[in-house]
């Protein structure tokens, strides 16, 4: 592992977590209908991550 | 980042996050049933009620205000609210226009025949014990102040985590958690992760929960500056002794707003309107601007229409923090992702503490350059 990770490369997942799931509150505030659960599966991204986290082998 | 950089942040996370802990655990847990407060309401109370004349023709708004103020002598009509679903009228009454919130009535009316509708009040204490609880701690505005300074912290803290992360993720992959380590690294990779996926959910309610205690200050302020010009021709006269007709006020407001639906009617002397207006609250039709709340005035003696009062920016903020702030605007998918999202600031708060804890007995060096902790710093509390 690189010893010297840049800054974007600590924060680049996050921020891409971070902007899918802030995408996905605010369109969810202004769409309705089935388009209303593909919003709520980028507000909770994060969640994935989670879940991938507790399955992996270590 | 250099050593003494990091020992400030570290100090920052540290104490803005054990300030706050205990209130921002009462919050999430509060917040859990809040999230689905229309699923209980509903469960609680299955609607058997149908209307006197299912289809017919509704009675104007000044019988159904006549036969609510029958019901309460002696009171005046503070808002009226309309069902989306039903055909229900509801009205808020009070001995003044004024009145705090716990001398207020509420009572539901069928707009077809002016009976009274059974009030779906399962649970209701519950509920209502909980959001108030959440909201301001039963001591009214000093209350939801202290809330919104204890979210300033958590907001400080969530922001102090995420500087922190940098250091202490230097040499680890995104996603690490050592799972082979002591438990307290485990815990501390586990709040790390939990944090730093979770940032954009937490500051947005965090963000949200500080703008929703500003309420009243926002509200009032709204009256006194954007309202100043309706109000000061009146100067300290006394609210009209004779309002026009409140169904023609409605009309003319509605017919003044295309595109545009009735929400609510605040009524002079009310804390979302003036001593003379009849305020009539129109939102959009759309679900970008259905929580965008427009104000129509009336003059409640000569029934003159003032005009249209768009919000400002600030109260179309409050408007969208509502939301955005408890999760109940984007369907069952979304509440079940806002309910994760809360069991794990539950878990971030609790794991937050216990390695705070653990480090304080342990005396370690400070974040990142302890032997047990080599080449990580730590951005949990210190």
Known sequence: MN??????????????????????????????GPVDLVASLAAGCGLAVVAWTLVRRP | MKQDTIRTWGWI???????????????????LP??????????????????????????????????????????VPIFMSFDIDRPVVNVTTGPTAGAPGPEMHFAS???TSGDLVPPADVGEDVMHFILQLHTDLFLGLPGMLFLGFMGLLFVLSVVSGVVLYAPFMRKLPFGTVRRDRTRRLRWLDWHNLLGIVTVAWVLVVGVTGIINTLEQ??????????????????????????????????????AEAPGMELQFVAFPGSGFSTSHHYAVFLHGRTPATERIITPALVDAGTGHFEGLREMPWWVKALSLSRPLHFGDYGGLLLKIVWTQLDIITIYLLVTGLYLWWKKRRQALPPPGFGPADRGASEPGPS
């Open chain 2, 109 to 111: 009316f069928d707009a």
């Open chain 1, 3 to 32: 010893a010297r990770r840049s800054l974007w490369r600590v924060f680049g997942a996050p921020l891409l977590l971070g902007i899918l799931s802030l995408a996905g509150l605010i369109w969810a505030l202004l769409v309705e």
């Open chain 2, 217 to 254: 200050p926002i509200i009032d302020t709204w009256k006194y500056r954007e309202l100043a010009d309706l109000v000061a021709p009146y100067g300290d006269q006394a609210p009209p002794e004779q309002f026009t007709s409140l169904d023609a006020a409605v009309a003319r407001a509605v």
């Open chain 2, 13 to 31: 996370h540290k104490w803005t996050s054990l300030v706050c802990t205990v209130f921002l655990l009462m919050l999430c847990l509060t917040g």
């Open chain 2, 34 to 75: 809040l999230i689905f407060h229309d699923e209980i309401d509903a469960a609680l109370n299955p609607d058997a009620w149908t209307p006197a004349k299912p289809g017919g023709e509704r009675l104007d708004l000044d019988e159904l205000l006549a036969v609510a103020l029958d019901h309460r002598p002696g009171e």
